[in-house]
């Protein structure tokens, strides 16, 4: 199976459906962040891992439920994490995920050096998820280029036109979209960089909806 990634989730009883809800949004950056690092991934039974979270728990993780789903429990208080600053969530977010990691790959003897890896990453960047997505597209005079940044942070996700020159200096930048902090909802928004002339840009939506688009003037 190839492997997909993670998600986190909150199954304190103390915690409401919205609650729980937020805590998975609010670990997504991290949870981004990792998987970006990892190569292609492929195990026999798992295609994701589920972190869920349970005050006063034994730290193990389950058998294997349907699509490959593998549910790896984890000791530890949510009400807590809203007590940290941002850095701190990030942090014990990324934390929380070896602690998992440690134990699956201990249990059903995965390498654990591409979690290692990921984790080592993570730190270096500093806890921040921003890339560019998709390959730059230059304008008519070749003079610039745009390009789409992704930002994810604890509570937001932004899609951003960013234009250069090219000595990669900025020229121009301006926010296209900004949601929740899953990227899944960005993802539609998201398809080809037209040039219209040499001072618009124009981003089109992806397939069927190709034919929306929003518009940015440089001028």
């Known amino acids: 199976m190839l492997f997909r990634g993670f998600n986190f989730q909150d199954r304190s009883s103390q915690h409401h459906k919205p609650k729980q809800s937020q805590f998975y949004v609010e670990t997504n950056c991290i949870v981004y962040l990792f998987e970006q690092f990892l190569p292609k991934l492929h195990f026999n039974d798992v295609s994701s891992v589920q972190f869920e979270c349970y005050p006063n728990a034994e730290l193990a993780y389950q058998p294997v439920i349907m699509d490959g789903l593998l549910p790896v429990t984890i000791p530890y208080n949510v009400s807590d994490f809203y007590d940290l600053s941002d850095l701190e969530k990030k942090k014990k977010t990324l934390d929380l995920m070896m602690d998992g990691l440690r134990v699956i790959c201990k249990d059903k003897g995965w390498d654990e050096e591409p979690f290692l890896y990921a984790y080592q990453k993570v730190v270096e960047k500093n806890y921040t998820f921003k890339k560019t997505y998709k390959k730059p597209k230059s304008s008519p005079n070749r003079k610039l280029k745009a390009k789409i940044e992704i930002e994810i942070g604890i509570y937001d996700c932004t899609a951003s036109l960013v234009v250069e020159d090219k000595e ?15 990227f899944e909802l960005l993802y539609p928004l998201l398809g080809d960089i037209k040039w219209v002339g040499n001072d618009e840009v124009r981003v089109h939506e992806r397939k069927p909806c190709e034919h929306q688009f929003k518009t940015v003037y440089l001028q």
Request: no cysteine; net charge negative; aromatic share 14%.
């Open 168 to 182: 990669q200096k900025h020229i121009y930048s301006e926010v296209l979209y900004q949601t929740e902090p899953i």
